[in-house]
């Protein structure tokens, strides 16, 4: 009886910590500045055992992080040195290979003491608006162009904050209160955590968490395996060739599933760009153990155990596995296509369950915004910096049609536009759905989104684009056909390109055409209900259901006539 | 107020609750919701408690009615054909959402369906941005096109909603003119009147939900008024809303997306008025009913609003899953835990409970109509919580045997446990999943449950209060009396109030007295301009609030204002609140930053009936006790020895110690081991611990 009642006392423990660290991520919300972290949820926490092993994560808009954090407190333990960590600490970096891949994430770990003993660490990472350096972007030739570096360090020692660093900070970024007020929002952020913590501790008599850490690393693992053992061994793989910066960039993996693990071999992937597109392996990492766990055992929750069987290789400094000083400051691009890339490989072995191929990347731009300067600007004319995340669409799956304009891999949200319009001088123009930007299959692909950019009178502004897909959509499965590749251009109909910092003269708009996903199964044997559907909604228009998927004339028009008296199909 | 005669009713998914209040003394039924015609259930409730208490229908000085028609029309999709017009460039605002997926390891998630389908959402050419001045001017004889085209189509309602209209409604109000003129028949609701906020998915999905429930909510309370007053009644009805006060029918018809949630707003404001009784200043009140379980904070007898919430999710109560409803709301978390909430074990070898519910039909296993998966219920049966032969007093009988039997096929056998461990199990897993949800938003809230009082309420509540208290760190629970239809008796303690608010946006580096002054004027006459049409004479009181933040911040807190305050407003003033309401929630200030104010709000409110205090009393005599059974409780992990009393027998200073159960009609309340509990002067039930 004793044994069994501690398996639900253990259960109950695994669900408060799980608990525990979204508390912990709450806070960050709350109390965060910079608007990737409070509207769009780039962050994460969690929390760690004394060996540095992650117990459990929050689920957060970014299964980026999700890898990263799990490996980041162990470099932590390390630099810092078990002897040096005491009561009151609270430590730092944004090292992008020993964090979470770029200079813009600010990792901060902070020791758990309870009845004076070290019985755990908690962790969090934010993506900040500025480090300093050319901006968030991908113009640098390496990392040190791409802003302040903060190696693993003390933040606060004992509990007395590190002024000097303080200091170095404020002078080398461009939104230096905001920052401070960033990273003192991830140590409140840990400071909550370690407060729930101590209060579970002694609800249950807990001494340290070696008990409750084994149950739940014991049973993830156990799961974890179960899954893998059922899946059919072999090896495949998939590649998929993208933008790139200057030049298409070539994802290739081969996937080995063996009976305890799975193996993702990035060989033959290409080399490093000149530009800040290159991603971190840890990242990499994090993006191929998402896209598989999704496929195979999605509602294991992330811990040491969970994430171990899922092992990866890359060539030393190819694009998944930049070394330093390679510029990283948009890993996401590279990181956002490998679970596309991991589902082509995975398709062959696992047929029926991955979807079609997506918008992929976020469709993010960030918008300097500065008086004009070809005439005299008007009085209350203002310099600002206004980042907005949007998405694409998403591949279409064996028994569902893609979905429209929503993020996949990544899990962000976007801004209201009123909101951004509130950042700064800047007007949306339009943000709604690009009809037939879905990929035609017998499940369409997720509809793309139309944006158009201005400023307000009296102002210019610097573009700085960080879309692909514009020469290479996503390509569909089983047959489905290519979602629309993305477009942009000025609304005098001046060329732009889809990366990289541009021009935008007072009074000109940029005009912006998103992705849409690519679709899965012929075309000629979707469900004619769900053809004339998407017809009377303008998904699509009557040419795509006439040409791609044989509606008639007589058809289309009682659709059309439908549509007119605002009657759904 | 208090020596007439006043009617409260609540309509729910199940029952409608009918109570009387004559004199103070309650008169109360329950009967089966009428969907067909809902207002059927309230004439004959109506009826029942006229007779129990010896009136007539034209006897009643007031009826006050809560109803969760609305939100059901929500989620069942059974609004009218309803038409959005908006800003060229943002069709599909609605649709796009928030462009996230709420659950990120589902690759075959699916989006709920906007309310309305692209076809029927039109653009017209306009704009105002931020500053709420006009970039592109509206051409009217493009309006009348469109809605020439619109007219067509036969809409029984309108949505109006366009970009930044929070600060320049001009252009939403020369839109419903051209409607009103060439669709006389079409019900228009504009964005800028029904949720004058910033945030467009917000806003107009707000809009959208209003105009496409305004044709049957205002049917259904015109039948209503026509039935009642057929039935002899004289009086006016008045309306429950969301935000925990009371409007006219008229408003309602007009606003019946105010009218949400509606129904749980009553129990909330009836854990108020228990907590002002004894003067309470820290609630957590726990509603736990069949299928789900809300919890609310009460501070200072008031409880807290919210100015947005989340209606209809379509995914496990998943945060997200839902849409967006920006009206002013009592904030509550709901999560899918009740009496009738399923379990399993997933491949984790967890157990998981709800949110699939048993529902009353088939039910727990253990109602014996067919149900053979666990429940809540059963395990109660197991663990000794339940009376097989006396649920609802004696009406069901429960059968312990099939619920050992489900408890065992479903859990026991694949976690190796016996049938009592499994029930434990299953009571510990729902118990620490309302727990984490109170945690939560506590910590949302910045407080610290430990100093708080639970007042429990709801068919289940009373059976897992104790255990939530223990895990939750509280230490008094209170259970009043008539606590099954405590949202009824919550809708005759509300008071008429309308809270009025704006997005504007100003730093205090910015800060215009003036224009504040003028702004909070002007809504504090809109607000009172609808509480005067409830009640021509009443004095009618004004709670200002703004919500402010550090600039650069996308969380906002409120800070509530005193009338000088608000009329004589200095930036001095205002950063000193916020600094010190800043620093309680999230531990420090952050130096050297500009703060601003983003939401301007006044509630107009008649003011609270005066309760009559009651003072706790202590333990005096021992409790009969009317016999004993074997209960299962946590600190020992094992079966004890429990007295059980009747609820009649609590009287004042009554005491029982725990483990026992009290037991009524409708409920039980479980004592555990660490507990005592104390019958009090007004029929409260005090729970504490021990020592």
């Given at each position: ?46 929390v760690y055992d004394t060996h540095g092993r992650m117990l459990a994560q929050a689920v957060t808009g970014t299964p980026g992080h999700v890898n990263a ?255 330093h000083p390679a510029p990283v400051a948009l890993r996401h691009i590279v990181g956002h296509f490998v679970p596309d890339t991991v589902y082509a490989a ?224 | ?691």
């Amino acid at each position: 009886m004793a044994e069994t009642h501690s398996n639900v006392a253990y259960q109950v423990m695994w669900n408060r910590l799980i608990s525990v660290v979204e508390e912990q991520a709450q806070a960050l919300v709350r109390t965060a500045f910079s608007t990737s972290v409070r509207e769009a949820g780039d962050l994460s926490a969690g929390v760690y055992d004394t060996h540095g092993r992650m117990l459990a994560q929050a689920v957060t808009g970014t299964p980026g992080h999700v890898n990263a954090m799990a490996d980041a407190v162990a470099h932590f333990i390390r630099r810092i040195g078990r002897q040096n960590i005491i009561d009151g600490d609270v430590y730092i970096t944004n090292d992008p290979w020993e964090g979470t891949g770029h200079l813009h994430d600010i990792t901060m770990v902070t020791p758990s003491f309870h009845d004076g003993r070290l019985v755990g660490f908690f962790a969090c990472t934010a993506h900040i608006v500025d480090i300093g350096g050319r901006g968030f972007g991908a113009d640098a030739a390496s990392v040190y162009e791409e802003g302040l570096y903060i190696p693993i360090m003390k933040f606060a020692d004992a509990g007395a904050v590190d002024d000097t660093l303080v200091r170095i900070i404020r002078g080398n970024v461009r939104e230096p209160d905001q920052l401070i007020g960033d990273i003192h929002a991830l140590a409140t952020c840990n400071e909550i955590g370690h407060r729930r913590l101590t209060a579970m501790m002694t609800e249950f008599g807990l001494s340290d968490l070696d008990g409750i850490a084994a149950f739940i690393l014991e049973n993830s693992r156990r799961a974890t395996l179960e899954r893998i053992a059922a899946l059919p061994r072999g090896q495949a793989s998939g590649d998929m060739t993208v933008d790139g910066f200057d030049t298409p960039i070539t994802l290739k993996v081969t996937l080995t599933i063996e009976a305890d693990r799975i193996l993702s071999d990035f060989a033959g992937t290409s080399g490093l760009d000149k530009k800040g597109i290159n991603c971190p392996l840890v990242y990499t990492k994090a993006y191929a153990c998402y896209a598989l766990k999704c496929a195979i055992a999605p509602e294991i929750p992330n811990n040491a155990a969970s994430l171990a069987p899922f092992e990866i290789a890359a060539p030393e400094n190819s694009i998944v596995h930049a070394l330093h000083p390679a510029p990283v400051a948009l890993r996401h691009i590279v990181g956002h296509f490998v679970p596309d890339t991991v589902y082509a490989a995975l398709d062959k072995i696992l047929p029926g369950v991955v979807p079609a191929e997506g918008a992929g990347c976020l469709c993010n731009f960030q918008v300097s915004l500065r008086p004009r300067t070809d005439a005299p600007a008007p009085p209350g004319a203002m310099r600002s910096e206004v980042l907005t995340f949007n998405s694409g669409g998403s591949g279409a799956r064996p028994a569902h049609d893609g979905l429209n304009a929503t993020a996949f891999p990544s899990g962000v949200m976007t801004m209201p536009i009123e909101a951004t319009e509130h950042a700064g001088p800047v007007i949306i123009w339009r943000k709604e759905l690009r009809p037939d930007s879905g990929g035609a299959g017998k499940q369409r692909g997720g509809l793309g989104q139309h944006m158009e950019v201005g400023a307000r009178e009296g102002h210019e502004f610097d573009f700085q684009a960080m879309f692909d897909r514009v020469a290479h959509p996503a390509r569909g499965r089983r047959g489905g056909a290519s979602g629309a590749p993305t477009t942009i251009a000025r609304d005098d109909g001046a060329a732009m390109r889809g990366k990289g910092k541009q021009f935008v003269a007072h009074g000109r708009r940029v005009v912006l055409a998103f992705p849409g996903g690519a679709g899965y199964g012929v075309a000629a044997e979707r469900d004619k209900a769900r053809v004339k559907r998407d017809l009377a909604r303008g998904y699509i228009s009557p040419d795509v259901a006439a040409v791609d998927y044989g509606l008639t004339e007589d058809e289309i028009a009682a659709v059309e006539k439908a549509r007119r008296l605002g009657e759904d199909i | 107020m208090q020596s007439s005669i006043r009617l409260g009713v609540d309509i729910g998914g199940t029952f409608t609750d009918v109570v009387l209040e004559k004199a103070g003394e309650p008169f109360s039924t329950k009967v089966l919701t009428t969907y067909a015609a809902p207002e059927n259930a309230i004439i004959d409730g109506m009826h029942q408690v006229c007779a129990k208490a010896g009136v007539s229908p034209s006897d009643i000085d007031q009826i006050i009615h809560g109803t969760t028609l609305a939100t059901n029309a929500l989620i069942e999709r059974r609004g009218a054909k309803t038409a959005l017009i908006t800003t060229r460039g943002f069709r599909d605002v609605i649709e796009m959402r928030t462009e996230s997926r709420f659950e990120q390891y589902d690759l075959n998630l699916n989006l709920p369906e906007p309310l309305l389908p692209r076809q029927r959402r039109y653009t017209v050419t306009e704009r105002i941005d931020a500053r709420g001045e006009v970039l592109i001017a509206m051409d009217r004889r493009e309006v009348e096109t469109l809605v020439d085209e619109i007219a067509q189509a036969g809409y029984e309602s309108v949505a109006i909603g366009l970009i930044h209209s929070y600060l320049n409604d001009a252009h939403e109000r020369l839109v419903a003119e051209v409607v009103a003129e060439k669709m006389p028949d079409a019900m228009i609701s504009i964005s800028a009147e029904v949720s004058p906020q910033m945030r467009e998915y917000e806003r107009f999905n707000t809009v959208v939900a209003n105009a496409y429930i305004k044709p049957l909510m205002k049917s259904y309370l015109g039948r209503l008024e026509g039935r009642l007053s057929d039935e002899g009644v004289r009086c006016n009805t008045f309306l429950m809303h969301s935000g925990g006060g009371i409007i006219s029918l008229e408003s309602a018809a007009e606003f019946p997306v105010r009218l949400v949630e509606s129904g749980p707003a009553g129990g909330a404001v009836f854990a108020a008025h228990i907590a002002a009784r004894y003067g309470l200043n820290k609630v957590l009140s726990f509603d736990m009913g069949g299928t789900t379980a809300k919890i609310c904070l009460i501070k200072n007898q008031t409880p807290k609003t919210s100015r947005v919430f989340e209606v209809a999710r379509t995914y496990r109560f998943k945060k997200g899953s839902g849409m967006p409803i920006s009206i002013p709301v009592i904030d509550m978390v709901e999560i899918g835990a009740g009496g009738g909430s399923l379990a399993h074990v997933d491949a984790l070898r967890q157990i998981r409970v709800g949110p699939e519910s048993a529902g009353s039909e088939p039910g727990p296993a253990c109602y014996g109509r067919g149900g053979d998966r666990p429940a809540v219920t059963d395990a109660d049966l197991v663990l000794g919580k339940l009376d097989p032969e006396n649920f609802a007093g004696g009406s069901i009988p429960l059968h312990t045997e099939n619920s050992k039997n489900a408890l065992m096929s479903e859990l026991g056998e694949t976690l190796d446990m016996d049938a009592a461990t499994s029930a434990f199990g299953l009571a510990e897993v729902v118990d620490e999943n309302m727990a984490n949800a109170a945690r939560v938003h506590a910590v949302e809230n910045g407080e610290d449950l430990s100093e708080y009082t639970m007042i429990a309420f709801g068919g289940a509540a009373p059976l897992h209060a104790g255990r939530l208290c223990e895990k939750l760190g509280v230490d008094r629970l209170l259970v009043p009396p008539g606590a099954g239809v405590g949202s009824a008796i919550g809708f005759l303690r509300a008071p008429f109030s309308f809270e009025a608010n704006r997005s504007v946006y100003m730093k205090l580096s910015d800060f215009d007295a003036v224009r504040i002054q003028a702004l909070l004027s002007e809504l504090q006459s809109e607000a009172t301009g609808f509480v005067r049409n409830c009640d021509a004479t009443a004095d009618i009181l004004s709670e200002f609030k703004v919500y402010m933040r550090y600039t650069g911040q996308g969380w906002e807190i409120p800070i509530g204002l005193t009338q000088a305050q608000a009329m004589a407003p200095d930036a001095a003033t205002f950063e000193r609140l916020f600094e010190e309401d800043y620093a309680k929630l999230f531990g420090r200030t952050v130096q050297g930053l500009d703060v601003e104010i983003t939401v301007w709000s006044v509630n107009a409110t008649t003011p609270q009936d005066v309760v009559t205090p009651v003072t706790l009393a202590g333990a005096r005599s021992v409790a009969t006790i009317a016999g004993h059974r074997q209960m299962f409780d946590p600190a020992t992990s094992g079966f004890e020895k429990a007295a059980v009393v009747l609820r009649d027998g609590m009287t004042e200073g009554a005491e029982v110690s725990g483990p026992a159960a009290i037991t009524e009609d409708e409920t039980t309340i479980i004592v555990l081991s660490s507990r005592r509990a104390i019958g009090q002067p007004d029929g409260c039930i005090d729970v504490i611990a021990k020592g």
